[in-house]
């Protein structure tokens, strides 16, 4: 059999396994600088982001490519509340989800399903009409935090908490999470996490955003496969594995065997290591220093004293390979001391990187041209059919 294996390499370039080094498309959203651990959208640092902005004002920069006047700002920022409702169908459409869902599975099914809601008009498939676009990227920048927050609540039986138009984007979505108005310092956490995961240039979920759009699919469908791609472990889910790793190692004590236990069995540390970053992610060390912050006023807990010395640990161990912590390392850290469940790390991430996905969705509505990418064929050829009596 094996001789009549071939190799068809017509028309290949170079194949890179997980595409590692290809670009995939010109994009001036993000810039990522990975040796030196720096992160740019639209070439403002995101530390300056972090430190001055808020999430309107964030993704009105990822989404037109400059910082909004006061009156672009005031006018998103009133059509983001005004937007931030879901109908009761989808609401009901939620009570029949099984009460174990992963909160990422309902997200998805019912971004999905809220594109037969808001039908995109089938004459400007894959031509940029900008009022349309907007509509779509205000819909879903608003009504996600709501199908996350009414699913976290339907689950265990309680009535979903209606958003208030009174609160900032931040505010409301922990308003709607919590039920509790958040302190102002809860507040300007949660709005600063989700302006620094709201884009990171041409990530899988990104990816996944771009290759359904690139076939003039809805933009609802590109956006709800980009969740699924996101949920992955190896992916956004990994914020929620640290806590599952970090609750497992249990003391600062069994961090070292648990390490050394993991790398000799060739398992990657949750939270760890990165495709383009060789060096610390910025994000995470901007997520450390918003827990620091937060236990300046609630004290610190044993999960992050395990996080640090696994930091620590790896310095040795995985350092030499660039292997750091990434912005999944902490973030889980600072939403558990805000009293969120773990299963809401990686949706609340989402919440913030549909920013991104739409400004990406945007920028190639303008010039994209479908996906299509070549394959390597290792498989037979010119076999015969058998009858199946003669196999
Ligand atoms: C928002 C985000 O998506 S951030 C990333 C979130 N994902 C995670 O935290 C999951 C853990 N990390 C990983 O699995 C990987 O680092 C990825 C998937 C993020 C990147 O993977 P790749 O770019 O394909 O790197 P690759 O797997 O080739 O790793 C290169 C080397 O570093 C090692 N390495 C990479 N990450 C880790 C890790 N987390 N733990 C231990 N070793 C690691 C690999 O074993 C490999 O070593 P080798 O050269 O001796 O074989
Ligand atoms: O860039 C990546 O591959 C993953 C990542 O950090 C992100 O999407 O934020």
Same mark, same amino acid.
């Given at each position: 059999m094996t001789e009549n294996k071939i190799t !068809?390499? %017509?028309? *290949? !370039?170079c194949y890179s396994p997980g595409l590692a080094? *290809? &670009?995939a498309a010109e994009s001036s959203i993000s810039y990522v600088d990975g040796q030196h651990g720096y992160l740019e959208y639209r070439g403002i640092d995101i530390e300056q982001l972090a430190e001055h902005s808020s999430f309107e004002e964030t993704a009105w920069l990822l989404l037109y490519g400059t910082l909004p006047t006061a009156d672009e700002l005031a006018a998103f920022d009133k059509e983001l509340r005004h937007h931030r409702r879901v109908k009761f169908r989808i609401r009901d459409m939620m009570k029949?989800? &099984?009460? %174990? !869902?992963?909160p990422m599975d309902s997200l998805q099914a019912t971004v999905a399903a809220l594109g037969m809601y808001y039908p995109f008009p089938k004459s400007e498939k894959g031509r940029l009409d900008p009022k349309t676009a907007h509509q779509v990227c205000v819909n879903l920048i608003a009504k996600m935090p709501t199908l996350v927050a009414a699913h976290a609540r339907m689950r265990h039986g309680d009535d979903p908490i209606a958003p208030r138009d009174d609160l900032s984007h931040a505010a409301n979505f922990f308003y709607m999470l919590t039920g509790e108005e958040p302190y102002p310092l809860t507040e300007r956490i949660m709005d600063v996490a989700l302006i620094v995961h709201a884009e990171h240039t041409m990530n899988a979920s990104t990816f996944s955003t771009l290759v359904v759009a690139s076939t003039h699919a809805d933009p609802y469908s590109s956006i709800s496969a980009a969740i699924g791609a996101l949920a992955g472990p190896l992916h956004g889910g990994a914020n929620e594995d640290v806590l599952h790793m970090l609750d497992e190692i249990g003391s600062v004590e069994a961090a070292d065997a648990y390490l050394n236990n993991k790398l000799s069995k060739k398992e990657k540390i949750s939270g760890l290591g990165h495709?383009?970053? #060789?060096? #610390? $992610?910025p994000r995470a060390t901007l997520l450390q220093k918003l827990y620091v912050e937060l236990t300046e006023k609630m004290g610190s807990d044993p999960t992050y004293e395990i996080a640090r010395h696994i930091e620590e640990l790896s310095k040795s161990t995985l350092g030499s390979k660039g292997v750091c912590p990434n912005v999944d390392f902490y973030s889980g850290i600072v939403y558990r001391k805000l009293g *969120? !469940?773990? $299963?809401?790390f990686t949706p609340i991430f989402a919440v913030s990187r549909v920013a991104g996905w739409l400004a990406h969705w945007k920028e190639q509505l303008g010039d994209g041209r479908l996906y299509r990418p070549n394959q390597i064929y290792r498989g037979l050829r010119d076999q015969t059919y058998v009858p199946i009596e003669k196999r």
């Open positions: !068809a390499t %017509s028309g *290949i !370039a080094g *290809i &670009p029949c989800f &099984p009460e %174990s !869902a992963h495709r383009v970053y #060789k060096t #610390k $992610d *969120i !469940a773990t $299963d809401l």
